[in-house]
């Protein structure tokens, strides 16, 4: 029989501009229609804030540490793309040795390539038309629509990874008029205290059209409702090819962004919660819908995927099977960790509670900030908002960061 399975990841996905996590706007209807019927996962988190070490830790399973790219592109290092190149289980190809057809719509290449029967780097994209590097949302569906149809035309399993690229600010391909002007993107620079802040939005959105906070918020939403609408396609096609109770369908970010949290602005650098507390929705055929508030992280997926399809491996993952949870609510961690990779080394360890960022280094290569103090300890049941560091010279969380 045969047993599909799609991940959708979503670039700089956040929790607090989704409704179905209690956002005031609805930019998710059809995300949450699948997440009310299906599983939801309310503490959800990613091992790292940045894309190559988040997507490299789904397709092994294992925390940047173990894989080997901490840093995000283009500051990995070289020893640390040879380590993740090395890596004995990649899931792509994985499932392209059990004999599934492994199809890729992302353009990132590079070793995330490995294990795909096809790679739509963009080939079949006009990049001309598009204003961005990366082809917008409607046709990156329209291409992942045609290889899952034309895949039924074979008696193989299909794996489709997609990597949604729009919601990455400034949201090049989302359609958005603003009704302010340039004098009101000076006020906007000048309310920002920060010189790096300030100095890095300057450059990221001078001349992109965005005046205010507030407009760079309403192209994100709208770039949220526009993959919303493309994944409500996709579902269609999935049911109306007989394929919505042979796939297993995941919708997750590969990390999350602050907006202006902690003085951060548009970007996922530092290891607070908005950089890592990300949105995650997925289909099960055969589960019990239900919402998981356990903790569960990135690293988790492939081990459920194969604990569901009951593949067999030796490898020995960092992530853990979260299919016994949804049967008996048993969690299946005590602590989540993180690794920031935007700056040069920060880690963070969590439990349900409380949370301890160390860093060693806390030099960000993003906007040349510092966004952390060597050490942070945060009662997250008292200050969720992460304000008051409580650290006070010795926590019993160290022993697990080092
Ligand atoms: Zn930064």
Not at 92 to 110: A, F, H, M, R, S
Not at 289 to 318: A, C, R
Not at 371 to 383: A, G, P, R, S, W
Request: negative net charge.
């Amino acid at each position: 029989m045969k047993k599909n399975i799609i991940i959708i990841l979503v670039d700089a996905f956040r929790r607090k501009n989704l409704s179905l996590y209690g956002y005031h706007k609805e930019t998710d209807k059809n995300i949450k229609e699948i997440a009310k019927e299906n599983l939801w996962f309310d503490n959800y988190f990613s091992a790292s804030n940045s894309t190559a070490p988040a997507l490299s830790s789904i397709f092994t399973g294992k925390y940047p540490n173990n894989h080997g790219v901490i840093h995000q592109l283009p500051y990995t290092k070289q020893e640390e793309i040879d380590k993740v190149q090395k890596v004995k289980f990649w899931f792509p190809e994985y499932l392209k040795n059990k004999g599934y057809e492994t199809i890729c719509v992302d353009w990132i290449g590079l070793w995330f390539k490995r294990g795909f029967n096809y790679y739509g780097e963009g080939e079949n994209f006009d990049f001309k038309k598009s204003p961005a590097p990366f082809a917008p949302i409607n046709e990156m569906t329209d291409l992942a629509i045609s290889k899952i149809k034309e895949n039924q035309n074979t008696d193989k399993s299909f794996f489709l990874f997609m990597h949604i690229w729009d919601t990455h600010f400034p949201f090049p391909n989302t359609k958005y008029e603003s009704e302010n002007n340039e004098t009101d993107f000076q006020k906007t620079l000048e309310n920002i205290k920060d010189e790096s802040q300030r100095e890095y939005l300057k450059k990221r959105i001078e001349g992109k059209k965005l005046y205010t906070i507030q407009d760079m918020i309403n192209k994100y939403d709208t770039s949220i409702k526009d993959i919303d609408n493309e994944i409500k396609r996709i579902k269609e096609v999935l049911i109306e090819q007989n394929l919505w109770e042979d796939t297993i369908l995941i919708i997750v970010g590969d990390h999350g962004t602050n907006l202006t949290e902690q003085g951060i602005y548009f970007s996922s650098s530092g290891l607070y919660e908005d950089s890592i507390h990300i949105p995650s929705v997925m289909h099960f055929p055969g589960l019990e819908s239900k919402k998981i508030t356990e903790f569960v992280q990135d690293i988790d997926i492939v081990p459920s995927i194969l604990d569901y399809l009951q593949l067999e491996t030796q490898e020995e993952f960092d992530g853990k099977s979260f299919l016994p949870l949804i049967k008996t609510n048993q969690p299946i961690r005590d602590k989540i960790f993180s690794f920031d990779g935007l700056c040069e080394d920060i880690k963070t360890v969590r439990t349900k509670n409380r949370k301890l960022i160390l860093a060693k280094n806390n030099f960000c290569n993003l906007c040349k900030a510092s966004h952390h103090e060597k050490i942070e300890e945060y009662d997250l049941e008292k200050d969720p908002e992460e304000s008051i560091n409580i650290y006070s010279g010795d926590s019993y969380l160290m022993k697990f960061l080092e």
